[in-house]
């Protein structure tokens, strides 16, 4: 007894002392947790100090949008006005602050459709292309930025080309497709003004899949080569300016392996990696990412790693249905079956870093029609399309793939896209050996597209990364560190610059955000905006300069 | 006399390795483009030797001594034998190559992985410059 009552007051003393402990290690901690958090708001603050209004009817066509780095950004819309057998085109430069800096309007033939577009080295080129039945000749616009000067070149292709890729390199414009169904790169000297093919690319039971300029004056086509075979392999040409075939080297995809899409780096690294989506068997949905690093001093071994492997890929699931695919995916690897969970997933672009390689895709879901009566590949590339709202236009990148006629029925019957279903974003990282390191991801709000476009993107700042979606009315911001944790997640509406106005309504058609340049994003869309003094409304055509401290 | 460029990953067999072996056979080169090059090789032509990697340098010179014949672990390839000629006085970057605006059009610059590259006199002779700077 005694010893109890005598320890009763000494445990009274600890537990005093430990509280107190307690109490001051809680301070401490919390001080230490308030100035992380502190400093991290700081540090990851959103703000838009600046924005771009046009006047937009109802029946005018929407701008195509096209970033020129900190040049500023390039926008371009059918205004259709015809004369003289063609319509024309407004054309207007916004510089980095968003202010107006060159306004031009050109003449096109009026048969022909936008095809695709580039920015490269102050100017900005423009693709246009007859139909089939018109005779397919192809119109580039060049425009140059800082002379303020257009000039038109017009060229009719040898042979029909079924256009999937655009890009320029010094002076020469370079097209990739397909002539019967054989892939096919086609080069336009902008200066001499003349088209030829480059020789030995035909090739039967092959997939271009991705044609790309290097920041070293060459550009690599990818090519996927055994279609339908056992034997599968992964093709990388690199080319230098005038078409010369510099080096290629052809990689083994494993056996019961196929390849859907890849992207290929552009240099700015030393080495080449290839990263894209794999499945097995003839379905069109993903079994996981690949990446291999192009170097023919190893064993050049492609890394698969089915989605289940990743951190934070599942993370649009509930934890528990999450749970429930890991285990089941570890499982079936550990006893050699293939993945059981497959999606849809396509790829948006790889970054260089001093790092390695991130890597950006988008998971979504497709529902599909077939029609025996449709255009006789997978996807038209004049009426896939990838901005959402043009019937007729394809985006030298990232879609560009999209435009692969084989895509998305490789093997299968043609198909038609009914309706897209947007739910996530995935970001990889890489170390420079082409190794997964991490992996973060932005479930996106309900976003419903009649094809498939990019809807997110990510910067990288400061040691965290910002990843960000917009819906109709708000960007979506999620703050990662590096591995994946998040620190911030918020919703933003874009912003106007006139403290009488408000937002009446925002078009949930035609809006999106893109990383721009450096900590900078821009969003765009149209809105109808009331100014409250004035007692009006207005529809606008707008681009919000979004900023990440 | 042609001159050349050969990559070798210094973990599996550098520099100092061939200056050791006074000559070796140059094979196991699985690449289209570099087994032409192999068979462009003369009898005392010389090749920078490139170390891959970390490294990622030009660090010395070898001869063409044997012209091309069938890689011995496969016919289907080719192989020539080389040997030692000198170090370079250090060791010329890729970066440092990279940064020269005159060399752009070098292989190195253009198509780096490309396991046996042909390199130009005047290329040849500013790489040896640069590691007498």
Redesign the interface.
């Known amino acids: 007894m005694r010893h109890l009552r005598l320890q009763i007051p000494n445990y009274k003393l600890e537990i005093a002392h430990c509280v107190l402990l307690g109490v001051k290690f809680v301070i401490c901690n919390l001080k230490f947790v308030i100035l992380v958090f502190l400093s991290f708001n700081l540090s990851a603050q959103i703000s838009q100090p600046a924005r771009y209004e046009h006047a937009h009817k109802n029946n005018d066509h929407e701008f195509i949008i096209i970033s020129m780095g900190e040049q500023g950004l390039a926008l371009m819309r059918d205004i259709e006005k015809y004369e003289n057998g063609k319509k024309d085109w407004e054309v207007i430069f916004l510089d980095s602050a968003l202010q107006e800096i060159w306004s031009t309007k050109i003449a096109v033939q009026q048969r022909m459709n936008i095809l695709g577009h580039e920015y490269r080295d102050g100017n900005v080129y423009l693709v246009f292309q007859e139909p089939e039945s018109a005779g397919r000749s192809v119109g580039i616009f060049e425009l140059n930025l800082r002379d303020q000067l257009f000039k038109e070149h017009l060229f009719k292709p040898e042979l029909s080309i079924h256009f999937t890729q655009f890009s320029v390199l010094k002076t020469k414009a370079i097209f990739g497709g397909y002539i019967n169904k054989e892939p096919a790169l086609l080069q336009y000297d902008l200066n001499e003004e003349k088209a030829r093919i480059i020789p030995g690319v035909f090739q039967p039971n092959v997939d271009l899949v991705d044609v790309r300029v290097n920041s070293?004056?060459?550009f690599n086509m990818l090519l996927v080569e055994g279609r339908s075979n056992k034997s599968k392999k992964l093709i990388a040409r690199?080319f230098?300016a005038n078409g010369v075939?510099?080096?290629?080297?052809a990689i083994a995809i494993e056996e019961g392996k196929t390849v859907l899409e890849a992207i290929s780096s552009s240099?700015i690294r030393?080495?080449?990696i290839i990263i894209g989506t794999w499945t097995y068997g003839s379905t069109k949905q993903a079994a996981g990412i690949f990446s291999v690093v192009?170097?023919?001093?190893?064993e050049q071994k492609v890394n698969y790693y089915d989605f289940a492997l990743l951190n934070h890929f599942l993370d649009y699931f509930k934890p528990k249905r999450a749970a429930k695919i890991k285990a089941k995916a570890d499982w079936r690897r550990s006893v050699g079956k293939p993945p059981e969970f497959r999606a849809y997933l396509s790829g948006i672009k790889i970054e260089e870093t001093k790092d390695g390689f991130s890597f950006l895709g988008e998971v979504y879901e497709a529902s599909y029609y077939n029609s025996r009566n449709s255009y006789p590949y997978g996807s038209n590339p004049y009426y896939s399309n990838p901005y959402g709202f043009y019937p007729y236009g394809f985006s030298p990148m990232p879609y560009r793939y999209y435009n692969n006629p084989y895509y998305p029925t490789p093997y299968g019957s043609p198909a038609q896209v009914a309706e897209i279903r947007m739910i996530s974003s995935s970001l990889l990282f890489f170390d420079t050996q082409g190794k997964l390191v991490s992996d973060q991801s932005l479930k996106f709000p309900e976003i419903k597209l009649s094809s498939k476009e990019q809807i997110s993107d990510f910067i990288t700042h400061n040691g965290f990364t910002t990843m960000v979606s917009k819906d109709e009315k708000e960007i979506q911001v999620k703050v990662n560190e590096k591995d994946g944790t998040t620190v911030k997640e918020e919703k933003v509406k874009p912003e106007l610059k006139n403290p009488n106005e408000t937002i009446r309504s925002e078009s949930d058609d035609n809006t999106g955000i893109r990383a721009w340049f450096g900590q900078y994003f821009y969003v765009y869309g149209y809105q109808a905006v009331r100014d409250n003094v004035k007692k009006t409304s207005h529809d606008v055509f707008y681009i919000n300069k979004v900023k990440v401290d | 006399m042609n001159y050349w460029l050969v990559k070798t990953e210094p973990e599996t067999y550098s520099l100092d390795d061939l200056a050791r072996d006074k000559k070796t056979t140059w094979d196991g080169v699985r690449n289209f483009q570099a087994r032409s090059n192999l068979k462009g090789m003369k009898k005392g032509d010389l090749a920078f030797v490139y170390h891959t990697g970390d490294e990622k340098s030009v660090v010395g010179i070898a001869e063409i001594t044997k012209e091309f014949f069938p890689d011995p672990k496969d016919k289907e390839w080719a192989a020539v034998e080389i040997g030692y000629k000198k170090k370079l006085k250090k060791p010329v970057t890729l970066a440092s190559i990279k940064s020269e605006k005159k060399m752009a059009n070098m292989y190195l610059v253009r198509a780096a992985r490309l396991s046996v590259q042909s390199v130009t006199k005047e290329e040849f002779d500013f790489v040896m410059a640069m590691s007498e700077a």
Do not use: A, G, Q, Y
């Not at chain 1, 075939?245 to 080297?249: F, G, H, K, Y």
């Not at chain 1, 192009?294 to 190893?298: C, I, M, Q, S």
């Open positions: 070293n004056e060459t690199t230098d075939m510099l080096v290629e080297d240099l030393d080495e080449l192009v170097d023919p001093f190893h």
